[in-house]
């Protein structure tokens, strides 16, 4: 049997213009229940939406029809509809999916979608969790009611895209995916532990390479080594604890993993172009000066 969810059905279809990039739906699509096994689920749309569309695969597959051409997208594959666009794609009831999308718009909304590098069609993601907890989050806090949830929605949906774009241009394979989620959980481990002193080593054991393999990984997927990734959490903690706490510029460097304050103030500088406790007088010369013009 043949379940079709048509352009009618739709009630978020519409083009917000006055927020510069907005989520005006999004969400997971699962197998339905109730549905029988050979069932076919299909999505048309002949005049498309106002808006755009992003689609991507956890598990499973989707057909996806354009004129004469009919193209499978599989795990790891997302797809972007554009505005306007004719939509219609089907899955198979029986066979596991997992899907999540997002519907946005805004004034800005093309301009950034073509800096991202992402334009009509399908491309491949891999099976990157950043992704997909990317749109989970987007996906709690459309449904939450909490202050600033418009807000928050379109800086992730900002990220979300930024990473399709990333994603897109480096290309993905079975390998050099596996990869990237080893580092990735490399990188979210450093950041969890980034006062603490531990040798890269360690970070490339739990990768299963060696530390020159890690390095050069870690490096091509974020622009700099797994050392420099550390320091530049640790001096941004610093920043804000030089803002908002009156703790010596030592107890400061402490807590951010350096034994020797001199080492810590150099490297800071070199960061920032000044000392810490030049950066520290100047933010209270600023806020100051905010205060007497508030």
């Known amino acids: ?8 059905q739709d009630t978020t279809d519409r083009e917000i213009r006055d927020r510069p990039l907005a989520v005006n739906s999004c969400g997971t699509n699962t197998q339905p229940e109730g549905y029988a096994a050979g069932d076919i689920c299909t999505v048309r749309r002949p005049a498309g939406r106002k808006d755009f569309q992003l689609i991507l695969i956890e598990t499973g597959a989707i ?15 997302a797809f972007l509809y554009l505005p306007g666009t004719p939509q219609e794609y089907a899955w198979d009831v029986g066979r596991p999916l997992l899907s999540h999308w997002v519907h946005y718009s805004g004034s ?19 099976c990157d969790k950043t992704l997909i907890r990317l749109f989970e989050r987007i996906s709690l806090e459309k449904q939450s009611s909490s202050p600033l949830g418009e807000e928050l929605c379109s800086a992730m949906l900002w990220e979300l895209l930024a990473f399709c774009g990333r994603r897109k241009t480096q290309g993905w394979n079975e390998n050099t995916d596996r990869a990237r989620l080893l580092i990735s959980s490399a990188a979210e481990k450093i950041a969890r532990e980034w006062a603490r002193n531990e040798p890269v080593e360690t970070y490339a054991a739990l990768c299963g390479f060696d530390i020159y393999r890690f390095t050069h990984e870690f490096s091509a997927l974020y622009g700099v080594s797994p050392l420099q990734y550390r320091i530049s959490i640790r001096l941004r903690h610093a920043s804000e604890y ?3 706490t009156a703790l010596s510029v030592r107890d400061i460097a402490e807590l951010c993993g350096y034994d020797d304050p001199l080492y810590f ?30």
């Open 1 to 8: 049997m043949l379940h079709v969810h048509d352009a009618a």
């Open 63 to 77: 057909r996806f029809f354009h004129g004469n051409t009919i193209t499978e997208a599989r795990t790891g594959s």
């Open 108 to 126: 800005t909304a093309s301009d950034i979608t073509r800096r991202c590098g992402l334009n009509f069609g399908l491309f491949q993601t891999g």
């Open 242 to 244: 030089l803002k908002g």
């Open 265 to 294: 103030s150099r490297i800071f500088a070199k960061r920032f172009g000044i000392s810490p406790r030049e950066f520290r007088k100047e933010n209270r010369k600023e806020e100051r000066s905010e205060s007497a013009s508030g």
